[in-house]
């Protein structure tokens, strides 16, 4: 049984990092790619950051040079360290395994995590 938990969310001030944790079930790191997506209260869910079995990253441009994704195969995990924060980032951040196409774009799989809450505030 596949199963994604993610943690590692909190309450942080803006300018301040967080590093989230995603932990997978079974041996899905060697076939799936993985990344992280985030869903704001009132907002579609947005693709955030993605990562091939072959450690190929893609970023939202939202998040470029403040975000960073990697992949512990060993471990079977997959983290987000969140750097520079900003109030906008705040939402529930979900782990999710699926595909990178030869064009590099992601297709999500149905395997999701329960998601981790990310609150950036003064």
């Known amino acids: 049984q596949v199963r994604l938990v993610e943690s590692g969310g909190g309450l942080v001030q803006p300018g301040g990092s967080l590093r989230l944790s995603c932990a997978a079930s079974g041996s899905i790191f060697s076939i799936y790619s993985m990344a992280w997506y985030r869903q704001a209260p009132g907002k579609q869910r947005e693709l955030v950051a993605t990562?091939?079995?072959?450690?190929?990253?893609n970023y939202a441009d939202s998040v470029k040079g403040r975000f960073t994704i990697n992949r512990d195969k060993d471990k079977n995990t997959v983290h987000l360290q969140m750097n520079s924060l900003k109030p906008e980032d705040t939402a529930v951040y979900y782990c999710?395994?699926?595909?990178?196409?030869?064009?590099?774009?992601?297709?999500?799989?149905?395997?999701w995590g329960q998601g981790t809450q990310v609150t950036v505030s003064s």
């Open positions: 999710n395994a699926g595909e990178t196409l030869i064009t590099a774009d992601y297709r999500p799989l149905n395997y």
């Open positions: 990562i091939t079995s072959g450690g190929n990253t």
